[in-house]
């Protein structure tokens, strides 16, 4: 295991270690260096154990976080839970927060052996639980309180587990206000972006079987065939690009669809569309990319999937329809600009909620709230 000593001072008031042992870069990683970040900002050493090979370990290097490198071998768990909890008790930590379920597993032993004095248990997405006798573990046994990111998981979790209200916080991840903003630079899209052209209608999410795009791709034939003339975009990597190309062509609209592939530019991006779709099928908790949208004064059209709700509110902040329904996602998107008036004044109302109730500070104010709860507010 490779160790990078953190930048920080000693003098913060808690030493926070989050984990997470997903390779990728999607909402999950985004809301875990949120967190990092966030507290880095804030005074307290911040680590992170991930994998070597991981974005997010890169990442966090990057940003002058400390860092451990794991494997997160299964193999070697019972190994690597006395070696971390020895590095626990060495380095101080004070708060453990894990985030899926090998680390969960191997960081829950490990901060029990050490005795860390809070472990945090977050979970972003909704799945289901065949074995919860086994599960529940991982959000008592190994949790002194979970964290959710949108109250459909957390009324789940507490169908399903012994998780009274005093442990268990839905906080959906905080957004940067000042950077996702209406007004500032646009990105450059492949597409035509001279005053008087079409409406550009777009998909940001990372690309998963789940997120809907065959869904978004039917609505937008439909859309065709119904004489409406928009531009179309798919922004983000994941899996191979050609296979969603490929799905746009059963669909017969490849000509109609342009994809980016990964994009570091998402308020300029977001600020380029006219509509932001969320045509998620399952697993959705409060995505991060419509409280960006939102806060871009973007339209967003989301289905009725998880947590998506809580934050597009129907009529109020965004449009909803219902999951899985492509004719109805087309009339979601025509009805944005058919009904002009009533999307601005959502726009409006978008931006306002998220920042009164979902930007990064109210977010850190928020944790900090849990924080004292259990230890106390601790200086120097």
């Not at 409406?199 to 859309?223: C, E, Y």
């Not at 965004?318 to 979601?332: H, K, T």
Request: aromatic share 8%.
């Amino acid at each position: 295991m490779h160790t990078t000593v953190p930048s920080t001072q000693p003098h913060a008031r808690w030493c926070i270690l989050h984990s997470e042992a997903s390779r990728g870069w999607g909402g999950q990683e985004h809301r875990v260096m949120a967190e990092l970040s966030g507290f880095q900002s804030r005074g307290c050493p911040v680590w992170l154990v991930a994998h070597p090979q991981s974005q997010i370990f890169k990442r966090a290097t990057a940003a002058g976080m400390g860092v451990r490198a794991c494997a997160f071998d299964r193999r070697r768990l019972p190994f690597d839970a006395v070696r971390l909890a020895l590095w626990l008790r060495q380095e101080k930590i004070e708060i453990v927060n894990t985030h899926s379920s090998r680390d969960g597993w191997l960081l829950g032993v490990a901060a029990r052996l050490a005795r860390v004095p809070l472990l945090i248990r977050s979970r972003h997405i909704d799945v289901s639980y065949p074995n919860p006798r086994i599960s529940r573990h991982a959000f008592t046994t190994f949790a002194d309180h979970v964290l959710t990111t949108s109250q459909k998981i957390t009324d789940h979790f507490q169908r399903i587990f012994p998780l009274p209200d005093a442990h268990i916080t839905t906080m959906p991840t905080g957004i940067d206000v000042a950077r996702f903003h209406p007004e500032g630079a646009k990105a450059e899209l492949p597409l035509r972006q001279e005053p008087g052209a079409p409406p550009v209608i777009g998909m940001v999410s990372v690309l998963r079987s789940w997120k809907g795009h065959a869904v978004f791709f039917d609505a937008i034939r439909k859309l065709r065939e119904a004489g409406r003339d928009f531009q179309f975009v798919v922004v983000g990597g994941g899996a191979p690009m050609e296979n969603y190309a490929g799905m746009a062509r059963k669909h017969g609209v490849e000509g109609q669809v342009h994809f980016t592939g990964h994009r570091e530019d998402i308020p300029e991006v977001l600020r380029a569309l006219d509509v932001l779709c969320i045509p998620s099928l399952k697993h959705e908790g409060v995505p991060q990319i419509g409280l960006q949208a939102l806060a871009c004064g973007t339209a967003v059209v989301g289905s009725d999937c998880g947590g998506i709700p809580e934050i597009i509110q129907n009529g109020k902040t965004g449009r909803i329809f219902a999951s899985g329904d492509a004719e109805a996602l087309a009339a979601r998107i025509a009805e944005t600009f058919d009904q002009r008036e009533e999307t601005t004044r959502m726009n409006r109302e978008g931006r306002a909620m998220v920042e009164q109730k979902h930007s990064i500070e109210f977010m850190l104010d928020r944790l900090e709230e849990i924080y004292q709860t259990y230890l106390g507010e601790k200086h120097g």
